[in-house]
């Protein structure tokens, strides 16, 4: 887990605890946004995903933060590395705090700590749909490359996704 917490002096990205999970529960119980474009996380969320979720059970190999403005929890977001140090980022950001760029500035915060560790490349994918997600990774300075098409079955939606894939590389930090 991120031990460190990172700042841009509006958004600081810290560590999660387990006295976060009652308001992790809230956050995405019943949030249909995160419901319908991340189907992997459980709907109805408890108490109970919500710890697993922080103790990293649910993805061991991440490195996820309470995404944090103004002593609020406004969201999550996490990266993984794979064997080719390419790294990928997945984040949520709970109703009420969407709209505002703090995911955007958590993405940039993300990207510059991944290169510091040594990543070749941070990527992410979103689908083509998810016109909000795609516009965070646009104005955090990413490139979208091009279409994963048909590359995921979502039982919620009852159809398969298309994603948008999108990457930055160290050079291209904003």
């Given at each position: 887990?991120?031990?460190?917490?990172?700042?841009?002096?509006?958004?600081?990205?810290?560590?999660?605890?387990?006295?976060?999970?009652?308001?992790?529960?809230?956050?995405?119980?019943?949030?249909?946004?995160?419901?319908?474009?991340?189907?992997?996380?459980?709907?109805?969320?408890?108490?109970?995903?919500?710890?697993?979720?922080?103790?990293?059970?649910?993805?061991?190999?991440?490195?996820?933060?309470?995404?944090?403005?103004?002593?609020?929890?406004?969201?999550?977001?996490?990266?993984?590395?794979?064997?080719?140090?390419?790294?990928?980022?997945?984040?949520?950001?709970?109703?009420?705090?969407?709209?505002?760029?703090?995911?955007?500035?958590?993405?940039?915060?993300?990207?510059?700590?991944?290169?510091?560790?040594?990543?070749?490349?941070?990527?992410?994918?979103?689908?083509?749909?998810?016109?909000?997600?795609?516009?965070?990774?646009?104005?955090?300075?990413?490139?979208?490359?091009?279409v994963l098409r048909s590359a995921h079955w979502n039982e919620r939606l009852k159809r398969r996704q298309d994603w948008a894939m999108y990457s930055l590389l160290p050079d291209e930090l904003p």
């Open positions: 887990m991120g031990e460190t917490p990172l700042t841009d002096g509006i958004v600081t990205l810290r560590p999660w605890t387990e006295a976060d999970a009652p308001e992790v529960a809230v956050a995405v119980d019943g949030d249909e946004e995160i419901a319908m474009w991340l189907d992997q996380v459980p709907q109805p969320y408890r108490l109970e995903h919500a710890l697993a979720y922080i103790r990293g059970e649910v993805t061991p190999a991440e490195t996820r933060w309470a995404v944090v403005v103004d002593g609020r929890i406004a969201g999550s977001i996490g990266t993984t590395p794979n064997a080719d140090d390419a790294w990928e980022v997945g984040y949520w950001a709970r109703a009420g705090e969407r709209g505002r760029g703090i995911m955007s500035r958590a993405l940039v915060l993300v990207a510059r700590w991944a290169f510091d560790q040594g990543a070749a490349r941070v990527q992410l994918r979103a689908d083509v749909e998810n016109l909000a997600s795609c516009r965070v990774a646009e104005k955090a300075g990413f490139t979208r490359e091009g």
